[in-house]
Every structure is written in C-alpha cells, then in structure tokens.
C-alpha cells in the first residue's frame, strides 16, 4: 500500500511563504505522477498542481501561477510545493495525491495539512 505524509502547513500572514512537503512510501516513487490539491471549508476539492514523474512537466491551477512552484525530488521520495505571497483565499487543507503514469486518476492521498492564511 502506497502511504503519503504531508507536512510543513502551518498559520502565515498574507503575503508570506510556507513549503509543503510529501514523503511517499514506495520504492519506485519514480513510476508516479504527484499533485496537490486543497479543500477550503464548504468546498469541493481541488486541483493545485501536478508534476509528471521525471519532474519534467508541471502544470498549475491559474489562481497560483507565478505564486505556487511544485517539485520533486526522486532520489528523497518526496514531492514539495513552495507556495509564495499566500493570500487568505489560499487556506484550506492541502493534500498530497499519486497515480500512476499510466492512470488518469489519483489512486492515493495523504490525510492533509492545513494551510491558514490571515488577512
């Protein structure tokens, strides 16, 4: 079973930064694209950004771009997501999701971490 373990969220000021980070525990980490995604309080969740498995190909939500940048590390298992200028509309719970490269859905997830942005 693939298990992810977000950290890193916290409570920041409006136009501050925090890193996300994620730790898969599978071996061929490499074999999976990872995205995030967010859930703000009485809302549906959604997508953050996703980054392809060699790291090559990113995309982003357009309320983040320029704002958000998502990496990965293969060799650490871990995917990051440094998220600069938060505004409070960016809080929510953020979550760490896997699938792999041949699916088209996100198999698995983390159980999140809260992300509070004050005005």
């Known amino acids: 079973q693939v298990q992810l373990v977000e950290s890193g969220g916290g409570l920041v000021q409006a136009g501050g930064s925090l890193r996300l980070s994620c730790v898969v525990s599978e071996r061929t980490f490499s074999s999976y694209n990872m995205g995030w995604f967010r859930q703000a309080p009485g809302k549906e969740r959604e997508f953050v950004a996703g980054i392809s498995w060699s790291g090559g190909t990113t995309n982003y939500k357009d309320s983040v771009k320029g704002r958000f940048t998502i990496s990965r590390d293969n060799a650490k298992n871990t995917v990051y997501l440094q998220m600069n200028n938060l505004k409070p509309e960016d809080t929510a719970v953020y979550y760490c999701?896997?699938?792999?490269?041949?699916?088209?859905?996100?198999?698995?997830w983390g159980q999140g971490t809260q992300v509070t942005v004050s005005s």
């Open positions: 999701a896997a699938k792999l490269v041949s699916r088209i859905l996100y198999d698995y």
